[in-house]
Nanobody, 121 residues
Framework: VQLQAYGGGLVQAGGSLRLSCAASGRIFTSYAVAWFRQAPGKERAFVAS???????YYADSLKGRFTISRDNDKNMVHLQMNSLNPDDTAVYYCAAGPNQFYTLARQYKYWGQGTEVTVSS
């Protein structure tokens, strides 16, 4: 079981990025997939999650700017990030776990390697 996150990069404040998470194995259609982020010196924080059915859940502070989606046929989950600001700078991780709206990192068993997002002011 492997997850691979990619799509990060350097973007100016106000810009957008689309992160992707590619999953292998049969877990994808059975599990929820979430995005977390970890800024320098801070704990890993929940961003958004999506169940196998497509139902979504977001961190309150990110609603309206971030959109999570999934393509079960392609084993992919995406995170569209709009109106980015320097506070969004972090390493973004995708994770897979039980088909629930869990928000704690310890509740997810499978993790990708992370992709770095830097937002310049």
């Amino acid at each position: 079981v492997q997850l691979q996150a990619y799509g990060g990069g350097l973007v100016q404040a106000g810009g957008s990025l689309r992160l992707s998470c590619a999953a292998s194995g049969r877990i994808f259609t059975s599990y929820a997939v979430a995005w977390f982020r970890q800024a320098p010196g801070k704990e890993r924080a929940f961003v958004a999650s999506i169940k196998w059915s497509g139902s979504t859940y977001y961190a309150d502070s990110l609603k309206g700017r971030f959109t999570i989606s999934r393509d079960n046929d392609k084993n992919m989950v995406h995170l569209q990030m709009n109106s980015l600001n320097p506070d969004d700078t972090a390493v973004y991780y995708c994770a897979a776990g039980p088909n629930q709206f869990y928000t704690l990192a310890r509740q997810y068993k499978y993790w990708g390697q992370g992709t770095e997002v830097t937002v310049s002011s």
